[in-house]
């Protein structure tokens, strides 16, 4: 064996191994990026969908440091093969269904994933043997402190769940820590307020507004319809937070930890800053339904409230209290502003926006010219 050959074998050896659940979501992207720099061995678990193209990832896809597996947060089995065949150091709980508005429409289907899921992740790592090795990260979040009992929210804060998804993710938080406690297993749980980029999924409040903002800026649509306008939420960056993830599962001693920017904003002032980037300036009129935000310049309605988009409850206060990660993690809260992260988004969305309407442009002349040769 020649020198490179063994210096290529004792780095494989060294390689630590993950598994990320949830690897073709927002956090998923981003945090498959950060363990790859870092030299990992990632593993993700992906669901069999109708169509496989999977956007955030697919650039990492043929790069032989990072491999795909088929799997559910529903089916034990598929969990208890991945995890026995990879043995991982660590694991990356991200799989949920996000949106808390669909846990609404979906409930029986979020608490399956969300909370029985969490369960499943656990009981797969005993199974497998590798319970006294592996590390394991549960994506808790903001949403447990609901409707709030105090403001900021730290990891004090008494939870007060306030959606079908808030309730599931309850159960995830509680039994993690579980088994923290029971098994001495090292798990942690990042409660983790809102974080937002150019990867949200695009029914997510930030993104379907920036994108909005980009579409009317470029003539593609009339008018935005959202609908609580006054809810306050602590936005970050979510390439900042992923960082923060594996942080947790570098400490000595597992611990569940807030992060967040510590700083609040209503939707309605995420919406004025993204129109500005977009060159709109907005005011808002009435209240309520009848709120409506208008171009200052032409007076135009861009902004409508629906009732469409009302919770049946409604989380409206979120405010975090990161000390704790700050002192103990190292944390930067303020690594992106909030400005910074509205900007960024506009700016990517103004891009995709444009190619959108190139191809189109390019689609209708096609058309036109095929119509005229008939
Ligand atoms: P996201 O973009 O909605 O991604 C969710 C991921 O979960 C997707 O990869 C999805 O796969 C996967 N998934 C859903 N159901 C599954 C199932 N039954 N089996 C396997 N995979 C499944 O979410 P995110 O924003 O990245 O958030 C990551 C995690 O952090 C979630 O657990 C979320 O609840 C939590 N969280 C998010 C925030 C935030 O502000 N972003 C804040 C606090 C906590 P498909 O591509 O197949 O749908
Ligand atoms: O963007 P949202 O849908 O995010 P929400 O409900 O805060 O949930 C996200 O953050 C949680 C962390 O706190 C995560 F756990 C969760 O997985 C997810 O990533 O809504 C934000 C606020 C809500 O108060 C909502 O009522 O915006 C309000 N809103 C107003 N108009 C809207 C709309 N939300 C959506 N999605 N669409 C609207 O048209």
Redesign the pocket.
């Given at each position: 064996m020649n020198n490179k050959m063994k210096k290529e074998l004792d780095k494989n050896k060294k390689r630590k191994k993950c598994i990320i659940?949830?690897?073709?979501?927002?956090?998923?992207s981003f945090l498959s990026e950060l363990l790859l720099e870092k030299g990992y061995e990632v593993h993700g678990?992906?669901?069999r969908?109708s169509t496989d193209f999977?956007e955030r990832i697919a650039h990492l896809e043929n790069r032989d440091d990072f491999h795909l597996h088929y799997?559910?947060?529903?089916?034990s089995l598929s969990l208890v093969h991945i995890i026995g065949m990879v043995g991982p150091d660590e694991i990356y709980?991200?799989?949920?269904?996000?949106?808390v508005q669909v846990s609404f429409d979906e409930p029986e289907f979020t608490a399956?994933?969300?909370a029985m899921?969490v369960l499943r992740i656990l009981e797969a790592v005993r199974l497998t043997g590798v319970d006294k090795t592996c590390r394991i990260y549960q994506?808790?979040?903001?949403?447990l402190y609901g409707r709030v009992e105090e403001v900021p929210q730290s990891e004090t804060t008494p939870f007060h769940p306030y959606s079908p998804?808030a309730v599931a993710?309850q159960y995830g938080f509680w039994i993690a820590k579980e088994y923290r406690e029971a098994y001495d297993m090292y798990v942690c749980n990042?409660?983790?307020?809102?974080?937002?980029s150019e990867?949200?999924?695009e029914s997510?409040v930030t993104r379907k507004i920036t994108l909005s903002a980009c579409r009317i800026a470029q003539g593609k649509q009339d008018k935005l319809f959202l609908g609580n306008l006054s809810s306050f939420r602590d936005w970050g960056y979510?390439k900042d937070y992923v960082e923060c993830m594996w942080l947790m599962l570098q400490q000595e001693t597992p611990d569940d930890y807030v992060i967040a920017t510590g700083e609040q904003h209503t939707v309605r002032e995420f919406a004025t800053l993204a129109f500005h980037f977009v060159g709109i300036e907005l005011e808002f009129k009435g209240e309520g339904v009848d709120e409506k935000g208008y171009d200052k310049d032409t007076g135009k309605i861009l902004i409508e409230v629906s009732e469409e988009f009302y919770r049946p409850t409604d989380v409206v206060n979120l405010l975090g209290d990161p000390s704790n990660a700050k002192e103990n993690l190292g944390w930067n809260p303020r690594n992106t502003s909030f400005e910074q992260l509205v900007k960024l988004m506009v700016e990517h969305d103004m891009e995709s926006i444009a190619v959108e309407k190139e191809k189109e442009h390019i689609r209708t002349n096609v058309v036109e010219h095929l119509e005229r040769t008939r």
């Open positions: 659940t949830g690897v073709t979501g927002q956090d998923g678990v992906i669901r969908s999977r799997g559910d947060m529903t089916d709980n991200l799989a949920a269904q996000s949106h399956d994933v969300d899921g994506a808790s979040t903001s949403e998804y993710k990042g409660i983790l307020f809102n974080h937002e990867r949200r999924g997510f979510a």
